[in-house]
């Protein structure tokens, strides 16, 4: 397994959610309260889609479903910039 940083998966996770945002712009182009729920979604689904080797990473690196889920806000939000 390559040497992963907290820093690499958190670009790793934003990549994916902006690839999906980018992919769906009709359900993530606002900042309402049912785009702000499938966020959490997107992120709660990467989270449980992991493979062992990625759960390993996750606990060596102390990554846990929050900040998932925090940095797929934060990709939204740059998305919503663009």
Known sequence: M????????K??????AIGNYRSYPEEYSSTE?????????L???YWD???????????????????YQLWTREAHALF???
């Open 2 to 9: 390559a040497r992963q940083t907290l820093q690499a998966v």
């Open 11 to 16: 670009s790793e996770i934003q990549g994916l």
């Open 33 to 41: 309260i049912s785009t702000l729920s499938s966020i959490q979604s």
């Open 43 to 45: 992120a709660k689904g």
């Open 49 to 67: 889609c992991r493979e062992y080797k990625e759960v390993v990473r996750d606990e060596k690196l102390g990554i846990h479903l929050e900040d």
């Open 80 to 82: 919503m910039k663009n």
